[in-house]
């Protein structure tokens, strides 16, 4: 076959995947079999973890933290997934040719700070983000997991209403000259195309280098690379599952983040009821409690509604700040990097007066099947995605809550 030829057949596939962008829905399915692999192999998804992790590591650097038992970002899983994220994401945006810096007007970069702050004090208090403590949470039958959801919804409802009324009454306040460099033009930038395939390189060799000793970790880069360009590539956003059918009355990101939650409902389930990576008696109980955290009900209310203030007014989740940092969205460049700094502060100043405030009945693991049962358990998550998608499709039809 000819190099012409073999090109012929290789550029459908190609703009196949990075021509367009993908349906949500499909996003939401392949991130939650990912999501289900990370499981298997070790732990689920999350992205909290790995930026505290991140921030302690940067202060230690600075001196500012005694770096004794501060675990080197290379030799993190969360760590090293959170950086994999953003380089997946940056694959995803080069080969699809949509790679810009792009500036906002100033107001939106401090509000986009502000958000990344009350992310992270969201996410250390309530033990969670959006990825780690609701959309792999909820699926691992985690009572607190569903309370950090209806806090994330309590929080995105009250940061909208501030939002619509800034746009009222002071418009100025992210107004202004906004700016794009390395963008792309029609039938030109073949470039990104190029360091595209130099950055899917550096993973594949990253990949490789872990894997004589640490065949997890090896996982974990391919997986969270992966994710990272599914989630470009499908526009993959909590906030935006959460805020779209009240602003616009869209339900595309809703239904995707439940597809993902149904995947990864059935498939976490079915390691927990099997015992699947359990080696023992102890080992099962403490596989049972994978992704179960102490904060039902008072620290995940909390937490997730902070959190939910901070995503909306940052306008992206975890997992939707990491894939545009690697986008180019400068914007959130600043609210990654107030996650960063925060976080460790949030940990060590903050969290241990809400812990000391909080008596033990409002924080403690509550893991579903210990009430419920499996079945029991398994139905009442799936009978909450069902009315989520009963609300959203009919509010989508009638427009009764769109922009309140």
């Not at 675990?71 to 694959?91: A, D, H, Q, R």
């Not at 500036?103 to 983000?129: D, Q």
């Not at 607190?144 to 995105?156: C, E, H, P």
């Not at 358990?377 to 039809?397: G, P």
Request: proline content about 4%; overall charge positive.
């Amino acid at each position: 076959m000819s190099v012409t030829n073999e090109k012929s057949v290789l550029a459908p596939l190609f703009q196949t995947f990075f021509g367009k962008h993908w349906p949500v829905w499909v996003g939401g399915i392949v991130l939650g079999i990912l999501n289900i692999l990370l499981f298997a192999i070790k732990s689920p998804w999350g992205a909290s973890g790995g930026i505290t992790n991140w921030g302690d590591n940067l202060f230690s650097l600075l001196g500012i933290i005694n770096n004794k038992g501060i675990t080197p970002i290379n030799e993190n899983n969360y760590g090293m997934l959170v950086l994999l994220i953003v380089l997946g994401s940056f694959v995803g945006a080069l080969f699809s040719k949509e790679f810009a810096l792009r500036v906002p007007p100033k107001g939106e970069m401090i509000k986009g700070f502000l958000g990344g702050g009350l992310m992270a004090v969201g996410a250390t208090v309530g033990i969670g983000c959006s990825i780690g403590s609701f959309f792999s949470g909820v699926p691992a039958l985690s009572g607190g997991a569903i309370i950090f959801g209806f806090g994330l919804f309590a929080g995105v409802i009250v940061s909208l209403k501030y939002l619509l009324w800034e746009m009222d009454r002071f418009p100025g306040w992210s107004s202004g000259k906004s700016y794009n460099f390395l963008a792309a033009q029609p039938n030109k930038g073949n470039w990104q195309i190029v360091l595209g395939i130099v950055v899917l390189t550096g993973i594949i060799i990253m990949s490789y280098a872990y894997s004589g000793n640490n065949m997890v970790m090896s996982w974990f880069i391919i997986i969270s690379g992966l994710m990272g360009l599914i989630s470009q590539r499908s526009r993959f956003c909590i906030v935006k599952s959460f805020r779209d059918p009240f602003m616009s009355g869209e339900s595309q990101g809703s239904v995707g983040v439940m597809a993902g939650l149904l995947v990864s409902l059935i498939g976490f389930t079915a390691i927990k009821v099997f015992g699947i990576g359990a080696a023992g008696e102890l080992s099962l109980r403490a596989r049972e409690l994978t992704w179960v955290f102490p904060h039902f009900w008072a620290k995940a209310a909390v937490g997730g509604f902070i959190f939910g203030l901070g995503m909306t007014i940052a306008g992206g989740c975890a997992v939707g700040t990491l894939w545009r940092v690697g986008e180019g969205q400068i914007k959130l460049w600043f609210s990654a990097l107030a996650m960063v700094l925060i976080s460790p502060v949030s940990n060590a100043y903050l969290v241990p007066v809400v812990d000391n405030i909080l008596p033990q009945s409002a924080k403690f693991r509550n893991y579903l099947p210990d009430y419920i049962g499996y079945t029991g358990a398994f139905f009442l998550v799936l009978a909450i995605i069902l009315l989520w998608y009963w609300f959203v499709k009919w509010n989508e039809r009638t427009g009764k809550f769109s922009a309140f």
